[in-house]
């Protein structure tokens, strides 16, 4: 089985930058990064096919965040610049075994969870 270990979250003013890592055991096909406001659902941020290397982000977080791996050190990484305060969240890595990258339904493990507090 696949175990993720997230690192990095924290409180930034806005404009600044912040860095998540996800440390993961095992093989995985997809990783992703994934976030959850206050009484809103959650929602794909980034997501890489592991294998390929291929990025994909959701449009809100497009040109500010960046989604890469460590293949030798097998981990996730979320670099997110010009964060707003929209962007305050949960922030959660994610595995899949077989996909579908760019869908929730394709991930089957999840990490702890990370805070990630943007203010004014």
């Known amino acids: 089985q696949v175990q993720l270990l997230e690192s990095g979250g924290g409180s930034v003013q806005a404009g600044g930058s912040l860095r998540l890592s996800c440390a993961a055991s095992?093989?995985?096909?997809?990783m992703g990064w994934f976030r959850q406001a206050p009484g809103k659902g959650r929602e794909g941020v980034a997501w890489?096919?592991?294998?390929?290397?291929?990025?994909y982000y959701t449009n809100s977080v497009k040109g500010r965040f960046t989604i890469s791996q460590d293949n030798a050190k097998n981990t996730l990484y979320l670099q997110m610049n010009s964060l707003k305060p929209e962007d305050t969240a949960v922030y959660y890595c994610a595995a899949g075994l077989f996909g579908p990258c760019t869908y929730e339904k394709g991930y089957n493990y999840w990490g702890q969870g990370t805070q990630v507090t943007v203010s004014s």
């Open positions: 890489i096919y592991t294998g390929m290397g291929s990025t």
């Open positions: 095992g093989n995985t096909h997809c």
